[in-house]
């Protein structure tokens, strides 16, 4: 069982930057895909970025390319969002999540954290 906590949320005002952290409790981590998602109030949970095991591949939703950056560091068992630029429509609940597969971590990931709240003032 993968235990994820993320951290970093926070109040921001529009053009500012945020850096999201996600801690893993497992000890292969670097076996895993980690992504992260966002809910905002009244929509779907959605896909924003994704990182392969070995950081070879990273995957980005449309709407964050260029101002989100996703990263990891296998030594420490975490993987971060950089966001930058951001905007009142990034406002949301982060999620962190893990999988052993791609196309799973990208779309239903086994494992989840709790979620940190991001809020984008204009």
């Known amino acids: 069982q993968v235990q994820l906590v993320e951290s970093g949320g926070g109040l921001v005002q529009a053009g500012g930057s945020l850096r999201l952290a996600c801690a893993a409790s497992?000890?292969?981590?670097?076996?895993?895909?980690m992504a992260w998602f966002r809910q905002a109030p009244g929509k779907d949970r959605e896909f924003v970025a994704a990182?392969?095991?070995?950081?070879?591949?990273?995957s980005y939703v449309d709407s964050v390319k260029g101002r989100f950056t996703i990263s990891r560091d296998n030594a420490k068992n975490t993987v971060y969002l950089q966001m930058n630029s951001l905007k009142p429509e990034d406002t949301a609940v982060y999620y962190c999540?893990?999988?052993?597969?791609?196309?799973?971590?990208?779309?239903?990931?086994?494992?989840w954290g709790q979620g940190t709240q991001v809020t984008v003032s204009a």
């Open positions: 999540a893990a999988d052993w597969t791609w196309s799973k971590v990208r779309s239903r990931p086994d494992y």
């Open positions: 497992e000890r292969t981590f670097s076996s895993y895909g």
């Open positions: 990182i392969s095991g070995a950081s070879v591949i990273t």
